[in-house]
């Protein structure tokens, strides 16, 4: 079970676990595993980035589970510049509270929108929790899609 349906900041000395998650998450599908092995600096999480606020843990049994990693892109969006959970955990719903934090994080802010780059295998997902294609793009390794959160929507239907 998820501990309180919530998230909570990340600790900086909880860098090595969560770089474990990115990288168990990010090697789980065969399609970029030889490219992302060959670039190991993909799989690293900035401390920065967590001594700024950005990256919000789901812990499970007192471990984290999975985190996001919450970036402003303008005076009115965030983006989701990263979500992974565990893959031992797909499936739990971890994911999904990650992404509900991280829009009422930015709505918080007062974005009105969040983004997302994601990879085509994870259309589906993101679209069940809202998001909507608006564009294609290529990311280092592939195509992927643009996809937008209409944050009002979101966190009203949250609440």
């Not at 999480?45 to 950005?54: D, H, N, S, T, W």
């Not at 499970?60 to 303008?74: I, Q």
């Not at 589906?124 to 793009?137: D, P, Q, R, S």
């Amino acid at each position: 079970m998820i501990e309180e349906n919530s998230a909570r900041p990340a600790r900086p000395d909880e860098q090595p676990a969560l770089e474990g998650i990115l990288r168990r998450a990010s090697l789980a599908a065969p399609e970029y595993r030889a490219q992302l092995l060959a670039h190991p600096e993909v799989l690293e999480l900035p401390v920065e980035q967590m001594v700024a606020g950005r990256v919000f843990v789901s812990d499970m049994d007192r471990k984290p589970a999975g985190f996001c990693v919450v970036v402003p892109a303008s005076t009115d969006e965030f983006e989701l510049e990263g979500l992974f959970v565990d893959p031992h955990l797909w499936g739990r719903g971890i994911g999904r509270l990650l992404v509900g934090h991280a829009a009422a994080i930015a709505a918080g802010m007062g974005a009105r929108r969040m983004s997302v780059i994601a990879g085509h295998e994870a259309r589906k997902f993101y679209e069940k929790c809202g998001f909507a294609v608006t564009g294609e793009t290529r990311t280092q390794f592939a195509p992927a899609l643009v996809m937008h959160l209409m944050l009002d929507a979101a966190v009203g239907s949250n609440e």
